[in-house]
């Protein structure tokens, strides 16, 4: 499975991480290798598997609709790296 | 209602709606911080809505509950199992960096919402619907270049509602969402107010040629407030894709955002990749396999829907069709209605006394924000009272317009003020006799005009004779006495 | 079986939970004294161990106080008064957790995990947070952004990962017991490499609430101690249902010290042929066909058993955490908490680029992008789904052997500690030192290891046993009984003594981090 540079890009820039161009050209190694070692899952036929998304086997719990957390707003916004007020901060967001 | 067939020529459009509505818990899908709107920034945040490390989600059992009475009351199938999966993208409304959503295994698939087309009835199917969390809100700063994060609606219960490209015009559009709003609004499920963002709607637009069989490239519609917008919106989409088509070009795939001031949609500026929101099953969540006993249980509980609950007011009642829709628009009004009815049974009067007198004050005073009314102007017995008190002649109808102005000042019986003021209509033949002649001899030239050929002043010894009754007298004797003494 | 004595702080051999509990009850000793001895401990050895990212000094004495007041009162607890110390991944109300990493640095939770309240309500004494590979991602403790763990039993060694710093500080002396998480093997790998005890429970046994999550369907929570006997008790203390974790299992916890009874008369022990391959060093081998010998001799009868998709694993499994990883990272971005990497000016995808790379180190990105790439528009079926399907097939042939047997014995690694640095430059065979343990958290079993011998160099070598799903307590009755009939367990690091008064046991500092 050949791995891009330009395959890095747009994983990179799905996955929001932002890479160095010594970086790249490492990821994009890395991931050719790894996603060779991979390649062996295609032995297998799986066509007639059920894939496991969960071992647990018991279904969704359910909670009593209760509005029970108490308000502490600079609490759960003391951790924020920028905040005015009690609202969290961010650079301006380009449309 | 505009009539699809003709509107748009040669082009037929294909329509499909995508609702998301808020659901009326008391606190969020997947934590229990409050859901209720208007709260202090973040005041309605905890570690679990707010994507701290570590934090899980639990599912809230009533949120369950209102989306399953939803499907059962729009017809749709549960299968046996749904599941929750995520849908990974950044944004700082956003705290996982994922919404918790369905994608494969939805909740619910293949409802109907009916609509009244000029051709008849129609059925809209639903393709499906599903449940998931909404996100946060972002405060742009127009004087600053940052935004402001607010994580109180992060986590409160959605439903989405997907139908088929089964609507054929914008007005049918309106109309198929103010029958499903007038659904939801039944249930109890979502207070529906567009203007407040508890409902929202995006539109996917496409036009073919009338009878093509391949559907034309679709544009997705967002930023529609309210229905009419959605109407306007969704003409001017139509408008734009036929103009596109018949110069020659092409409709781009792409999402556009309605501007009511223009009356116009544009384009969205492109983000920099169409987003890939790489879904997959949540592992945090199990397999929702909803107990087939309880949805038995909610459908026998179910009430009556808006559709059948109109059919049986034309039905039982009588009412023209036109009455039967406004009364049943809201669930509180068709009980206000039914309430009213059940003391005094004369539907007809007392339809027209709520569309008209009722709903209009509670309009004036805003009481309808709510998805039930809480504080009526008048009770429904004491409105029966009321129409009981004309159909027996006590009082006129323009007296009872007085009457009802004190009921609603007041807040007493409609009895008590009439007694009160002696507001009793006269209906002693011999007594409006009197006046009559009263009112005859005081005015002798006047009667000579009148015999004379002068008709209008008719109208003249009517005002004359309410007069001097203080407005008391049974108007249709007061005609027939009048008529009689003045032929003579 | 072994005798339970009491605690003798000159003496590590006897410094386990069992031994404490028993000095504490007969009030031999305090909670107070315990906590001071370990904390001295911890000053004296992290200059060379650095198990520990932080020793939560004030928040151990005033567990202490509070411990000898309910000691003080006629209360006892199977862990009251009882030095821990807890993986940094697990959040601790008011006390920084870092998962090592940068991008939470400073974090400070305002919540606790299920199980840090769960041993707190037990009474347990915090000494301090272990050092890990950054948010669980590695298998040698040597990708933490504040410095690796050295393994005691040689400085210049890794102590396994992801859950080095926790198996460190029980080796060393530094504490009694300890908590981990293993996702591919975090606890087990780190338990063999350190010569120490360390079981991964059921997935869903232990509640994952304020475990900051790696890979959410094969997290799960486990204790470390040189005794399989405190593991039982400290497994017991954690296991449990939580609502706050909808994966946690309804199911009662069995009381696992009194399943330890010493008899394995019967048990059938399975070995899969596929676990013995070519590459395995020679000693650990070994090492391990001795001790299922000696569990034969115990009165187990051995089995031979086949786990045909085993040579699978490594990759299914690095296409499912990897793809739970991207997600469960998303929200490390800057927004709410943690590091904000941002330019004046700037815009917030920069922020997020900047925050990111600057806060993940390279192994962590190099699985959020695998991860990513197999979730990826295009690649869903053939990488995650396909990884899905192939988790299947290796949960079914597990589910098979145990029709024919009652534990699986197999090596915990193909290799006793390496060397720090040794396997840095490719992540691949990096990955490929969890071959044996893998598996086990892709079927949600049970897996146990315990010490098995010492190789050539002196470095432990650790067995594990598989159990069927909730069958920790024939796993724990196993082990028991074969450490009632053996003495690894029993063997301490040389720096174990440091500062005992005997001269050998003082380490030396090794210049490797």
């Not at chain 2, 701290?52 to 599912?59: K, Q, S, T």
């Not at chain 2, 015999?451 to 009517?462: E, I, P, Q, S, Y």
């Not at chain 3, 005033?62 to 607890?77: N, P, Q, T």
């Not at chain 3, 790696?214 to 497994?235: I, K």
């Amino acid at each position: 499975m050949r791995v891009s540079l330009e395959d890095v890009d747009h994983i990179a820039l799905l996955a929001r991480v932002g890479l160095t161009d010594d970086e790249r050209a490492a990821m994009r190694s890395d991931l050719e290798a790894i996603l060779g070692y991979i390649a062996k899952l295609e032995q297998l036929d799986t066509d007639a598997v059920e894939p496991t998304a969960h071992v647990a086997e018991l279904t969704t719990p359910l909670r009593d609709d209760l509005a029970t957390n108490p308000e502490a707003p600079d609490a759960m916004v003391s951790n924020a790296p920028d905040r005015d007020r009690n609202f969290i901060r961010v650079p301006k967001i380009i449309e | 209602m505009s009539d699809a067939k003709s509107d748009y020529g040669a082009y037929e459009p294909v329509i499909g709606l995508e609702v998301h509505a808020q659901l009326l818990t008391e606190s969020k899908l997947f934590c229990s911080c409050s859901s209720a709107f208007g709260a202090a920034p973040n005041a309605h945040t905890c570690p679990v809505c707010m994507g701290m490390p570590g934090v899980l989600p639990v599912l809230n059992r009533r949120a369950l509950e209102f989306a399953v009475r939803t499907a059962l009351a729009t017809g749709c199938t549960i299968p046996p199992v749904a599941r929750w999966a995520r849908k990974n993208y950044f944004y700082p409304d956003l705290p996982k960096g994922y919404q918790i959503s369905m994608y494969e295994a939805p909740l619910a698939v293949g409802g109907v919402v009916n609509v009244q087309t000029p051709d008849g009835a129609k059925h809209v199917r639903l393709t499906r619907i599903h449940m998931e969390e909404d996100a946060g809100k972002n405060i742009h700063d127009a004087h600053d270049d940052h935004s402001l994060v607010d994580l109180n609606r992060a986590g409160v219960p959605l439903l989405e509602i997907v139908s088929e490209p089964d609507i054929a015009s914008s007005a049918e559009a309106a109309a198929y969402l103010r029958n499903l709003r007038a659904i939801l609004q039944y249930l109890g499920v979502c207070d529906g107010n567009m203007e407040e963002g508890s409902m929202r709607c995006d539109a996917n637009v496409s036009v073919r040629k009338r009878g093509a069989d391949k559907l034309g490239t679709r544009a997705e519609i967002k930023n529609m407030n309210s229905f009419r917008n959605v109407e306007r919106a969704i003409d001017s989409e139509i408008r734009r894709q036929i103009a596109l088509l018949e110069s020659g070009s092409r409709v781009a795939q792409e999402t556009r955002l309605w501007d009511a001031e223009r009356g116009q949609t544009f384009p969205m500026r492109s983000k920099e990749e169409a987003n890939d929101y790489r879904y997959f099953p949540e592992p945090d969540l199990l397999p929702l396999r909803v107990d087939r006993t309880w949805i038995e249980e909610l459908r026998a509980q179910l009430p009556e829907l808006p559709e059948a609950r109109r059919a049986r007011f034309v039905a039982q009642y009588g009412l023209p069709a036109y009455d039967a829709e406004v009364l049943t628009a809201r669930r509180d009004v068709a009980d206000y209605f039914e309430a009213a009815v059940a003391a005094h049974a004369n539907p007809k009067a007392l339809s027209n006394w709520v569309m008209g007198d009722i709903l209009r004050l509670v309009r004036e005073r805003k009481l309808d924000e709510q998805l039930v009314i809480e504080k009526w102007p008048v009770q429904p017995a004491d409105l029966g009272a009321l129409v009981a008190l004309i159909d027996d002649q006590t009082i006129s109808g323009k007296i009872a317009k007085t009457v009802f102005d004190e009921m609603v000042e007041t807040g007493a019986a409609p009895g008590t003020i009439v007694e009160r003021r002696g507001l009793t209509q006269l209906t002693d033949d011999a007594a409006i006799a009197a006046a009559i002649d009263g009112v005859i001899a005081q005015n002798a030239s006047k009667v000579e005009e009148y015999r004379a050929g002068k008709d209008r002043l008719f109208g003249f010894f009517v005002g004359q004779v309410m007069k001097v009754t203080g407005g008391k007298a049974n108007p249709q004797k007061l005609n027939e006495i009048l008529r009689a003494k003045l032929s003579a | 079986m072994n005798e339970v004595r009491s605690i003798d702080l000159s003496e590590p051999s006897s410094w386990t939970v069992a031994a404490a509990r028993r000095a504490l009850d007969r009030h031999e000793t305090s909670a107070l004294e315990l906590a001071r001895f370990f904390l001295g401990r911890s000053a004296r050895l992290e200059p060379s161990v650095h198990a520990l990212l932080a020793v939560t000094t004030e928040r151990a004495l005033a567990d202490a106080d509070a411990a000898d007041r309910r000691l003080g009162a006629g209360e006892s607890g199977p862990l009251l008064g009882i030095p821990i110390v807890l993986k940094d991944i697990f959040a601790t109300r008011g006390i920084a957790t870092t998962c090592a990493s940068r991008i939470l640095e400073g974090f400070v939770p305002p919540y606790d995990s299920d199980a840090a309240e769960r041993l707190q309500r037990a009474g347990a004494v915090l000494i301090g947070k272990a050092n890990m590979d950054e948010f669980a991602m590695g298998s040698s403790t040597e990708n933490s952004a504040f410095g690796v763990t050295h393994n005691p039993w040689d400085l210049a060694r890794v102590p396994g990962g992801s859950s080095g710093g926790s198996a460190a500080a029980v080796a060393a002396g530094e504490c009694l017991a300890s908590l981990g998480t293993d996702t591919g093997g975090s606890i087990r790998l780190p338990a063999s490499y350190c010569g120490i005890s360390g079981i991964k429970p059921t997935y869903g046994r232990v509640s994952r609430f304020g475990v900051v999550a790696y890979a959410s369907s094969l997290d799960q929570v486990g204790p470390f101690a040189w005794t399989v006997r405190d593991l039982a008790t400290v497994l017991g203390v954690v296991a449990g249902h939580d609502p706050r974790d909808s994966t946690s299992v309804p199911r009662p916890v069995p009381d696992y010290a009194s399943g330890l009874t010493g008899d394995v008369k019967g048990l059938r022990i399975g070995v899969p042929q596929e676990y013995f391959v070519k590459g395995m060093a020679p000693d650990v081998e070994r090492a391990v066909r001795v001790t299922i010998d000696q569990l034969a001799s115990l009165g187990a009868t051995v089995v031979e058993v086949s786990l045909p998709h085993t040579e699978y694993a490594v990759a299914a499994y690095y296409l499912i955490a990897t793809a739970e990883a991207s997600s469960n990272l998303a929200r490390y971005d800057g927004v709410k908490y943690g590091l904000r990497r941002e330019e004046r000016g700037g815009n917030l995808l920069e922020m997020y680029r900047k925050t990111r790379d600057g806060g993940f180190g390279a192994e962590v990105k190099r699985r959020i992008m695998l991860g990513t790439y197999a979730l990826s528009a295009g690649y869903y079926d053939a990488y995650y789904l396909k990884a899905q399907k192939v988790r299947t097939l290796i949960r079914r042939d597990f589910l098979a052997a145990f029709e024919r047997c009652d534990l699986i014995a197999t090596p915990t690694a193909p290799t006793t500690a390496f060397r720090l640095g040794e396997k840095t430059a490719d992540p691949l065979e990096m990955y490929l030192s969890d071959i044996f343990t893998i598996s086990v958290n892709l079927a949600g079993l049970p897996g146990l290891v315990v010490p098995c011998g010492f190789d050539a160099q002196d470095l432990p070598i650790g067995l594990q046993l598989i159990a069927p799903p909730f069958g920790e307590e024939v796993a724990l009755r196993a082990g028991d009984a074969y450490q009632g009939a053996t003495a690894w367990h029993l063997r301490r690091p040389r720096l174990a003594s440091a500062g005992l008064g005997e001269a050998d046991g003082e380490p030396r500092r090794v210049n490797s981090r």
